[in-house]
């Protein structure tokens, strides 16, 4: 009998190859542990509040009236929510039409773009121009949009690094687009060389590619490290040089764990670069209401902001965003509270201070327990964690591991991975679903668990990876590297 | 100076080339208008929160709590909120894993999928599989994954009915797929006549295309009939026969004006139909959260249930919505409480049946004024709106009037609606954007004014109509069809 349409072989082929690793196989064998009674940690994905976060009270209390604004007019409300939440309710409600039920305008509601806007002219210094932001349904889906601009077919490339988040190597797969991959230097703490950039720009020409843009994630993920200006300004000039768009992923902008390598924006960068390149290189950063302090993942918010961009193209995009009529309005009013966050007065500052330093200050004494408790391990050599959410250990297998590996037909990295999930329940990421230099072997974690865990795990982890490495290291020859 | 990547004459062609009339020249117009002070009735989209129908107040509460999960321990809470809405907030905080803040599964949270099924059992009476229902960010979105999943490049084709909601054409022109259109007839109340269905295929065939799926939308937009029973067992045969995927858009099933006119699930049709059909015929069909007595667009919340699909395929739509992580938490609740609304009994169950059904009962007495009001004018003929929320009567344009759009560069239709926006303020969007046949012009309204404003609307609409009739009709020769 003839195949039907949604038969596995009459599939777009792009469907088919594209991967993502982040809920791949050591996710899906997670799961199923967890489905028989298994305690998973899961480190797969930067899910904060899943393992335990607690959400920001004030947003929270915004976003619950603005979806009962009925609650406005019951003379209760302010035994449960404060003063500054119910006005700070009335106007997100002012700039809808129709409550949070309502589509918003494709681009996002107008005066929520406004607040964005003047939140990146706080951060940069430079203006920003609400009708350049488009509010969506976190950063991915706007990554995806913008891809989906850009490339027309095989031969159009697209600069990653190596290793990358893998939502870039999974859109350019579906999109059919070519992934031309630049390799960030683990020696030099994932520092880009821009020698490296031009070697893959060059090769990639040599095949035929045309490369169209260029994707820089900041701070780096799974990586964790802070691009310094210096080597921004470097990217710049190679864009500019290359007639590349640059494509800023900027969503751990707040995840700073190192006050020497604090974040520094690429618009922020080409504006200090002033004229005529200012006006020249293309740029659309990317952010969202997933990560920072926040870390309201299930909301799906989100923005990007274009810089240099035409307004015929602006205009495409917001055609292609209308299709999908609007992105969720509760997440654009989350969006409007984290560019606009309690100011100082407001009843709700302190509070609002006090639980958002309170993530970050743990957050970086996590990336610091996590860094060292990899260090300790046998064969395991890890950066610190500059910022983002991930620490990303190199994982020196023998060569006996790689071998058995490969005849249980696995990947080295995935077969430890999977070892390490089924002796300890923590669920990770193996290096080669973001990419990694031939022969090398890393695996991603988020710094997510409780503080007050962490300790425990990074036991857990230590005695499943000494005894793996005493299980396969040939004691005969094999050393430390 | 070489072309930047991001300049209109580099980007992808599928992009420039797709249309989506809702929110095309006619309401960039209307907005423009409503900026410089003019009151604009928008008519031109599906939206009923933004013309003042109220949200129910149950599920608002309930999502209210979910997202402020710290007032379930305020002792104030039940001055506030109901007790079944405090029940129910806790049930479906105990379906996620970090509340509305953390990432669900990338297919929706399994306790809410299996809500749905079970509601597609007591709709259908036949079991429904969760591991089949995955939920989405609307329909729109589930519908483009879909189409994505199948899509290959411009040989496949994708049956779709005309006039058709236009995210169908712009969804296929992104993907590169090609759109074969079936005319509805709209002397039949835009029946589906199997015969043209036929024609169509073959004359696609005859072009080099593989037709692989059909669309059909019931109730119908913006044609707003109910297809009955007999006319879908037509089109599953036809399906089967052609080997075609069937995409159900079934996203106005709430939407039903006409008792002797109910709505029936495709689903539901092929079961009747018994072996070995009920095994072999591949149907996806797709809900949402915005339309129905909910109207919940801005939530963006919905779902598609697959019929028939092989396992490979599920897990190949599984991994492509992976990279998006997951739908929006919040609307995947509010689909909770649609398919699982109070009970007999509920202490919330009267008032929201009271809500519910006014609202029903309004659209329903809407629906009758608009056909009415239309076809009391000049030169409009209009079938009544069995179901969905649109209106779509024919407006017999006098050739002097098409003559005079054409000239200025004008659609005929879109002519009309933008003489009808700048004379009345209501937008609405011009047949030719849903695609009719030559030389037969039409518009597409919502039926969601308020009832209080109907009458006026619809006068405002009667005295300009009636007066471009004046205008353009030619009094020596031309007589009403």
Redesign the interface.
Same mark, same amino acid.
């Given at each position: 009998m003839?195949p039907? @349409?949604?038969?596995?072989e009459?599939?777009?082929?792009n469907?088919?190859k594209?991967?993502?690793a982040? +809920?791949g196989e050591l996710y899906l064998r997670a $799961?199923e542990l967890q489905k028989e009674g298994k305690k998973i940690i899961f480190t797969n994905?930067g899910?904060?509040?899943?393992?335990?976060?607690k959400?920001l009270?004030f947003p929270?209390?915004v976003?619950?009236?603005c979806?009962?604004p009925? &609650?406005l007019d019951?003379p209760? !409300?302010s035994?449960?929510f404060p003063a500054d939440a119910i006005a700070r309710a009335k106007h997100y409600l002012s700039l809808?039409? @129709?409550?949070?039920?309502?589509? $918003?305008?494709?681009r996002g509601l107008p005066g929520v773009r406004k607040e964005v806007a003047e939140f990146i002219e706080r951060r940069d210094g430079y203006p920003s121009d609400p009708e350049l932001i488009f509010l969506t349904?976190?950063a991915?889906?706007g990554v995806?949009q913008i891809l989906?601009?850009? #490339? +027309?077919g095989e031969w159009d490339g697209i600069l990653v690094p190596v290793p990358q988040y893998p939502?870039y190597s999974?859109?350019i797969s579906?999109l059919g687009g070519s992934l031309v991959p630049y390799y960030l230097e683990e020696t030099a703490n994932w520092g880009l060389d821009i020698n490296n950039l031009r070697q893959s720009v060059a090769l990639a020409r040599s095949e035929g590619i045309t490369v +169209?843009?260029m994707v820089i994630i900041n701070p780096g993920n799974p990586t964790g490290q802070c691009l310094s200006e210096a080597n921004l300004r470097e990217i710049l000039n190679f864009c500019f040089q290359e007639?590349? !768009?640059l494509l800023g992923d900027e969503v751990y902008q707040q995840n700073i764990y190192q006050d020497e390598r604090p974040f520094i924006s690429s618009k922020k960068v080409l504006m200090d670069m002033g004229l005529p390149l200012s006006k020249?290189i293309?740029i !659309?950063s990317f952010h969202t209401v997933s990560k920072g302090y926040w @870390?309201?993942?299930?909301? +799906?918010g989100g923005y990007f902001e274009?810089t240099n #961009?035409?307004l015929?193209?602006v205009d495409?995009i917001y055609? !292609?965003a209308? #299709?999908? &009529?609007?992105?969720?309005?509760?997440?654009q009013i989350f969006m409007g509270l984290m560019v606009n966050p309690p100011k100082p007065g407001d009843i709700s500052y302190q509070q609002f201070v006090r639980e958002s330093e309170g993530i970050i200050e743990s957050l970086r004494k996590r990336a610091r327990i996590m860094t060292d408790g990899f260090n300790s391990c046998r064969n395991v050599v890890c950066n610190f964690t500059e910022g983002a959410m991930y620490s990303f250990p190199q994982i020196r297998l023998p060569p006996k591991a790689v071998e058995v590996a490969r005849k249980a037909g696995k990947v080295p990295d995935v077969f430890y991975c999977l070892r390490l999930l089924e002796a300890t329940g923590i669920s990770t990421v193996p290096g080669s679903g973001f990419g990694q230099k031939d022969g090398v072997f890393h695996l991603r974690t988020t710094i997510l668990p409780a503080e007050e865990d962490m300790p425990a795990i990074m036991a857990s982890f230590k005695k499943f990876n000494d005894e793996f490495m005493e299980q396969y290291e040939d004691h005969r020859g094999y050393s430390r590297m």
């Open positions: 003839a039907k @349409g949604l038969d596995h009459l599939l777009n082929e469907v088919k594209c991967q993502y982040v +809920r $799961s994905v899910n904060p509040h899943a393992l335990g976060q959400p009270t929270r209390q976003v619950a009236l979806q009962a009925f &609650l019951d209760n !409300v035994l449960l809808t039409s @129709g409550g949070l039920g309502a589509y $918003s305008d494709s349904d976190g991915s889906k995806m989906n601009t850009i #490339i +027309r939502l999974a859109a579906l +169209r843009a007639n590349l !768009v020249e293309q !659309v @870390g309201e993942c299930g909301q +799906r274009m #961009i035409p015929k193209t495409e055609k !292609v209308s #299709i999908s &009529l609007s992105p969720n309005v509760p997440a």
